[in-house]
């Protein structure tokens, strides 16, 4: 007997359009391994069912008579059929509540289920997963946000060019058209409302590696997490004329003052690699002035012949240009407007120990996260933008809460504008995630005075993006990414004998690991999940 794989259609969200197996891995099935692919018609499926026709797979409704059937999405009660071995993203292993009908439906069905979650290699690290292209469709999504939020608050911005990942025909062409938006970034500026405009990625994994497939395109420099505040930082005073100027970050420039006592008529400087510290007192008649770089530049000029007339800072790291003319005062003065600012926050900016004084330790942390604290709130008023890209579970510390949230809009309306919450676990790591999204309607504004949302981005508050199935929206590239990692494991599952004891059942070990279900009961590694379980069904 021919042995034979199961698509069954995605029928979760109408936006779901993605499928575990392509027309091209179909025909390599076929004619490599001797395998029948039978797909479940589908009309909203990215591939038509002309394209699995003539690559040798058979459409049809029935598919009964395949020991194991693929999905990508959760599988509705009703579709489950006795004994037979589901393969597809459970959202289990939590003990997720709103899963729990779910599994126990398919315990008291005797089915087995495979979780591609769990599909690991002998280290723990995960093998079939959309989570680049999750990255990116949800970049993509943050800044088309990003775009309608400052149009409704009336500023005119490059962001509105963009449109919604899921109207590209691929990730070439939105690719394209973020760097024409960059382009245009770097040619006429970014509005004055927005300088310095600070994009923060929590995370460094795959989903952060698509994240930055994105932002990459745009003129960006790269900052470290501690140098947010210097970023945001930047004061003038004329209560005395030209009196006091100052620029303070916690990386790079540190301090710089001057004073109009004496006749100081220019001071400049510039460097490629960053200047840590410039002063000058006036103690003595500013005749004293030095500074110390990693570079050894050691000269720095000035001349008092026409007054204090000219202060100009450039450098090709750190703000581009701060200048200011005394010939109508001090009434000029302005931040870079070319680029974007984008920091990498990892597990030691998130959360710190509870020991006064003791370093961070990133084994310590997983080990025992409940010796750790949440640190991640000094960084939110320097953000315009949060994206996250973290796993999260309920042991470790929120990036975002309500509290904080309704604190720093009681003081006023803060700098974070938009959180791009592609990780979307509800009540998670960004607390004000109160629902899933889809594609038709991403955004909400969540309002941290009353605790309501409102769908879009128009409202008091800070929009989120949530969209729980963002692969679907780059639906042909990330299904044939998928496709093609899952191929080699392909003809294992369509051999394996799903009747045999789990002892006995001849799986690779990367799948093995991903049963989370064998024959109506949980596998050792998942007995933990019986205390979510809901009381047993009759089928």
């Given amino acids: 007997m021919q042995r034979c794989i199961g698509v069954r259609r995605e029928d979760k969200s109408q936006w779901e359009r993605r499928t575990p197996i392509t027309p091209t891995v179909a025909r390599t099935l076929a004619e490599q391994h001797g395998i029948q692919v039978v797909v479940q018609p589908a009309s909203q499926r990215a591939f038509s069912a002309a394209e699995f026709d003539a690559a040798g797979a058979r459409v049809q409704e029935d598919l009964s008579g395949c020991p194991v059937v693929l999905g990508i999405k959760e599988v509705p009660k009703s579709a489950f059929l006795p004994d037979q071995a589901y393969v597809f993203f459970a959202h289990v292993i939590k003990g997720q509540p709103f899963n729990m009908p779910m599994l126990q439906r398919m315990l008291d069905l005797g089915c087995t289920l495979i979780d591609y979650e769990k599909v690991t290699d002998d280290a723990g690290r995960r093998l079939i997963f ?17 775009g309608r939020r400052l149009a409704w608050q009336g500023i005119a911005n490059p962001f509105t060019a963009l449109r919604r990942a ?8 939105a690719k394209a058209a ?35 497939e994105i932002l990459d395109l745009l003129p960006v420099q790269r900052v470290e997490p501690g140098e947010l505040r210097g970023l945001d930082t930047l004061r003038y005073s004329t209560d005395e004329g030209l009196d006091t100027l100052r620029y303070s970050t916690d990386q790079g420039l540190d301090t710089l003052r001057y004073s109009t006592d004496q006749g100081l008529d220019t001071l400049g400087y510039s460097t490629d690699e960053g ?3 410039l002063r000058y007192s006036t103690d003595e008649g500013l005749d004293t002035l030095g500074y110390s770089t990693d570079q050894g530049l050691d000269t720095l000029g000035y001349s008092t ?20 003319s ?8 302005r931040y870079s407007t070319d680029r974007i600012y984008v920091t990498t926050f990892r597990e030691e900016h998130m959360a710190a120990p509870l020991v006064a004084g003791a370093a961070f330790d990133l084994q310590n942390y997983y080990a025992t996260p409940q010796a750790y604290r949440a640190d991640f709130e000094q960084y939110l008023p320097h953000l315009s933008v949060l994206v996250n890209a973290i796993y999260w579970d309920p042991r470790y510390p929120r990036l975002v809460t309500k509290e904080y949230l309704r604190q720093a809009w009681t003081a006023g309306e803060p700098k974070l504008r938009v959180i791009g919450d592609i990780s979307c676990d509800i009540d998670g790591a960004i607390e004000c995630t109160v629902k899933g999204t889809e594609p038709g309607e991403p955004n909400f504004v969540y309002n941290p005075a009353t605790g309501q949302i409102a769908d879009g981005v128009a409202g008091e508050g800070v929009v989120v993006m949530a969209v729980d199935i963002l692969p679907s929206e780059l639906p042909r590239d990330a299904s044939e990414y998928f496709s093609g990692v899952l191929l080699p494991y392909a003809p294992a599952l369509a051999a ?16 093995k690991r991903a049963v989370i279900v064998h024959r109506g009961k949980l596998t050792p590694a998942y007995g933990y999940l019986a205390q979510h379980l809901i009381s047993p069904e009759t089928p």
Avoid at 130 to 146: D, K, Q, R, Y
Avoid at 326 to 333: A, E, F, H, S, Y
């Fill in 275 to 277: 200047l840590d510290t």
């Fill in 305 to 324: 012949d026409q007054g204090l007339d000219t202060l100009r800072y450039s450098t090709d790291q750190g703000l581009d240009t701060l200048r200011y």
């Fill in 326 to 333: 005394t010939d109508r005062g001090l009434d000029t003065l």
């Fill in 178 to 212: 973020v760097q024409q938006v960059g382009e245009a970034i770097a040619r006429a500026g970014l509005p004055a409302e927005l300088v310095p405009l600070t994009i923060g990625v929590a995370g460094y994994g795959n989903v952060a590696r698509g994240v930055w």
């Fill in 130 to 146: 959309f989570g680049w292209h999750a990255g990116v469709a949800g970049m993509l999504e943050t800044l088309w946000a990003l």
């Fill in 496 to 511: 394996a004998d799903y009747t045999a004891s789990f002892d006995d059942l001849a799986l690779p070990p990367e799948i």
């Fill in 166 to 173: 899921y109207d590209y025909h691929d990730i070439a062409e």
